[in-house]
């Protein structure tokens, strides 16, 4: 017979909402078992955008920036076909890349005294209501008090979320470049935001000089051009000359583009009587808002420190989690999904474009309306 262990927490996924509670929980004096599938570092598709918020959590949890190198960005562009209107944001943002940042982060949880696992792929989670116990299937079986599940986008066999499969027809891409110098001076200190039949693409410094370009698009616009990264960045740039001119002679930092389909954006969860007391769900798990606002890291941060700092308030009791991290995320994710929406499609992008001529400060009230509000922050952190 199978040896089950116990563990009291164990937290699912070692990316930023995972390690952030395991950062806050071991800080505490109560350290968990962190489970995390990739062996090693590797490149997350991102726009790696992090808003004032993403940097006001990293910066609690003991994350150094500035010695990470991460790029600074004072000015939003925003370009369509031939057209380009800027503002300067109401902060100062960060660019950095996933692969840098989330091994910082739980090399963070690490020192702080979290148990980490790597290489080891949560397959199954089934709960037993009756009896308080979770029980995960990675390698050997592990029984729990306590789970945080912070996977992504990525469900877990036996407790998938609801509705999120159906939601996504997006697909989104990522590729970094080294750009031509004069190309790298003309971006730098800058995030521009580039509208095209079908969808959006995000282009911005991150660390050591290289340019990340991001980008969403439908997934029929993607099976229109063959579901070829090339025929569609060829398309993109056909149709925006300003994009064309940033790529010339760019070399791509990666042998192919990376890619996530079905995001399902505008996704948050709704809480179920089924699930049981003990089971968090963090970041991406618990809400996805669209990539445009650079906010999803920030969520997931606020999450993963929200749900610990719950935890050590109130102990199994997760749904008073869900229900904060709900209505601390409901606005932002409702608004950003219906900015989304009308930027996805061609009379809505012409429209925003418009505006945002005549009326640059509309996007810096975008960025603003988008967010998560600043007591919400203060509660994740400080007051459970
Ligand atoms: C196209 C695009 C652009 C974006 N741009 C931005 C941006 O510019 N700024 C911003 O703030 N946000 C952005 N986001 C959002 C942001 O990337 C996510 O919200 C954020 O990564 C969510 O963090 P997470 O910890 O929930 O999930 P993840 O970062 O996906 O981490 C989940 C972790 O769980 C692990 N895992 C998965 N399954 C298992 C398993 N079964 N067992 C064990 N481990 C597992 C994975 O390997 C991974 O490390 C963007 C998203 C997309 C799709």
Redesign the pocket.
């Known amino acids: 017979m199978i040896e089950e262990r116990k563990e009291e927490i164990v937290i699912?996924?070692?990316?930023?909402?995972?390690a952030s509670a395991a950062c806050i929980l071991a800080s505490a004096g109560r350290p968990a078992l962190l489970?995390?599938?990739?062996a090693k570092p590797r490149h997350?598709?991102?726009?790696?955008?992090?808003?004032i918020e993403?940097q006001t959590f990293l910066t609690h949890l003991g994350i150094d920036l500035d010695a990470l190198g991460a790029s600074r960005i004072s000015d939003l562009r925003l370009v369509r076909r031939g057209n380009m209107t800027e503002v300067r944001l109401p902060f100062v943002a960060r660019g950095l890349s996933?692969m840098i940042l989330?091994e910082a982060l739980l090399q963070q949880a690490r020192s702080q005294g979290a148990r980490i696992v790597r290489g080891?792929?949560?397959?199954r989670i089934s709960a037993d209501p009756s009896h308080g116990r979770i029980d995960v299937a990675?390698g050997d079986p592990i029984s729990a008090d306590t789970v945080f599940l912070?996977?992504?986008?990525?469900d877990?066999r036996g407790m998938k979320r609801a509705s999120a499969g159906a939601m996504g027809d997006v697909i989104?891409f990522?590729m970094h470049y080294d750009l031509a110098k004069e190309q790298r001076q003309a971006l730098k200190g800058a995030v521009e935001v580039v509208l095209f039949s079908g969808g959006y693409a995000?282009l911005q410094m991150v660390e050591h000089d290289v340019a990340n370009l991001?980008l969403?698009v439908s997934r029929q616009g993607f099976e229109q051009v063959g579901k070829s990264w090339g025929a569609l960045l060829d398309r993109i740039t056909g149709e925006c000359p300003h994009l064309a001119e940033r790529l010339q002679g760019a070399l791509p930092g990666f042998e192919r583009a990376l890619s996530?389909f079905q995001?399902p954006y505008g996704f948050l969860h709704a809480q179920d009587p089924n699930e049981p007391q003990g089971l968090f769900r963090?970041?991406?798990?618990v809400g996805?808002i669209p990539?445009f606002t650079?906010?999803?890291?920030?969520?997931?941060l606020h999450s993963g420190c929200l749900a610990a700092s719950t935890f050590l308030a109130h102990g199994r009791a997760s749904s008073i989690f869900h229900h904060r991290i709900r209505s601390d995320t409901r606005r932002s994710i409702r608004l950003a999904s219906i900015l989304n929406h009308a930027v996805r499609h061609a009379a809505g992008q012409r429209a925003v474009f418009h505006v945002c001529r005549i009326w640059p400060a509309a996007m810096r009230h975008a960025t603003t309306l988008t967010r998560v509000q600043e007591a919400s922050i203060e509660r994740a952190l400080f007051a459970p």
């Open positions: 699912i996924g070692g990316g930023l909402a995972g489970i995390e599938r990739d997350k598709v991102c726009g790696e955008f992090l808003s993403a996933r989330d080891q792929a949560v397959r990675a912070a996977t992504g986008k990525h877990v989104g990522k995000g991001c969403v996530i995001i963090l970041g991406d798990q996805v990539s650079g906010e999803g890291m920030s969520i997931a």
